[in-house]
């Protein structure tokens, strides 16, 4: 039975110490002067990171980034920005460089174009 109270204040101490840990700052991505092209760093990212794993290819029911018209419905829904930019879960091998997180997010902002 005592192995169960220590066993309990150790769960609760490490459940106390967790929630008070200081949580991440949101990273912020300043589009000023920035204007990616879907064709020039947009689709090269994608290709790079998203096609080349196979999960993003076409008829892939995760979603086909292939054309460009796959990519923009993501783009729309905020499902791109959500997963890539923001919570960073997308590529599933390993966030993309903060560099082209601003490329992709910048291009979102600016309203995804095809150019």
């Known amino acids: 039975m005592r192995w169960v109270k220590i066993f309990l204040s150790v769960l609760i101490l490490a459940i106390l110490i967790e929630s008070c840990k200081k949580k991440e700052k949101e990273e912020v991505i300043d ?3 920035v204007s990616p092209s879907y064709n020039s760093d947009i689709k090269p990212i994608i290709n790079a990171n998203c096609l080349s794993s196979g999960c993003h290819n076409g008829g892939s029911s995760n ?53």
């Open 31 to 33: 589009c000023s002067g």
């Open 63 to 115: 979603g086909d980034y292939t054309s460009y018209s796959g990519l923009k419905a993501v783009a729309s829904s905020g499902t791109l920005e959500s997963r890539v930019v923001t919570n960073k879960t997308m590529p599933a091998t390993s966030p993309l460089s903060l560099e082209d997180r601003k490329k992709i997010k910048c291009w979102i902002n600016s309203g995804a174009p095809n150019n």
